[in-house]
């Protein structure tokens, strides 16, 4: 494979998503089965990457700087999405708390460290590999905004799910969408040449950010959702900078989405920040 770092592809043995999607993975490249993988299991190790399952949930995952070796760059989630509309989706996204609860992993008011580059280049891959398998259309392939656990681990990290019931979590061509998106991944590399960004409103499903990834190469780091506006501060914007690598060159923000006062907050913080503020 032409990567030249090692990554953490990891996931839990309790997720028929994360484990189907693993699983292709595995029966695909062949890995060798290992014991470097501390308190998992199972582990496996490839050329360019470790795959792990651990009995925890994945939104639990705060150990993985812990529990697989120190030379690993960065992790990807094989995991599964919950929607309670049901929406069958091929999702990307980063993790973090905006608010001062934490209903689901992680600390509150704490974001985890985003791998735009990453997720991105698994965003277009995940649209390559649902029109070949004829799930365009009936799947929507997204960003979705940062939310919930793990946030504490010191090296970016992304999810990539599979939404949104046990139906679609169990379908082995699901699993080949994920798992052909990461394989094909892993043997090209990331794409230096996105447009590394944060963004501001939208839904859950952030689609004006997500079409800015189609159709500017917009790779987006953090995303903080309409819903999660009540939180915007300082220190919040702070973190979507600073917890993005390499570091975003704008904010992207959905205008319809917020209100006055955000975008005030925004653009104060974005003057003495000498950051670009771009309004869709």
């Not at 890995?31 to 199972?42: A, G, L, Q, T």
């Not at 999660?228 to 060159?249: F, G, R, W």
Request: aromatic letters at 10%; one cysteine or more.
């Amino acid at each position: 494979m032409g990567v030249e770092v090692l990554i953490g592809l990891v996931y839990s043995v309790r997720d028929p998503a994360g484990k189907g999607v693993a699983e292709y993975i595995r029966d695909s490249l062949k890995p060798d089965r290992s014991n470097i993988c501390r308190d998992s299991v199972e582990c496996f190790i490839g050329r360019g990457f470790i795959l792990a399952g651990f009995q925890e949930d994945t939104i639990e995952f705060e150990f993985l700087d812990e529990r697989l070796p120190g030379d690993v760059e960065y992790y990807i989630v094989l995991s599964r999405h919950s929607s309670a509309k049901r929406v069958k989706s091929y999702t990307v996204h980063h993790t973090g708390n905006f608010g001062s609860e934490a209903m689901y992993g992680g600390r509150p008011r704490t974001l985890s460290i985003a791998n735009p580059r990453a997720s991105h280049r698994q965003l277009i891959l995940l649209k390559k590999y649902a029109e070949e398998y004829g799930r365009i259309g009936e799947y929507e392939v997204s960003y979705e905004a940062t939310h919930h656990g793990p946030t504490d681990p010191v090296k970016p990290l992304n999810f990539i799910e599979i939404g949104s019931s046990i139906e679609e979590w169990k379908d082995p061509v699901n699993h080949r969408v994920l798992g052909d998106t990461i394989i094909e991944y892993m043997e090209r590399g990331l794409d230096n040449e996105c447009i590394v960004v944060v963004g501001i409103g939208g839904g859950h499903y952030p689609r004006k950010h997500t079409k800015m990834a189609f159709t500017r190469n917009y790779c987006y780091g953090h995303i903080m959702a309409k819903y999660a506006l009540p939180h915007l501060s300082v220190e919040i914007l702070d973190q979507m900078i600073n917890k993005t690598y390499p570091s975003p060159a704008r904010i992207v923000v959905e205008k319809k989405g917020t209100r006055r006062e955000h975008r005030l907050v925004i653009e104060e913080y974005s003057s003495m920040k000498s950051i670009v503020v771009e309004y869709i």
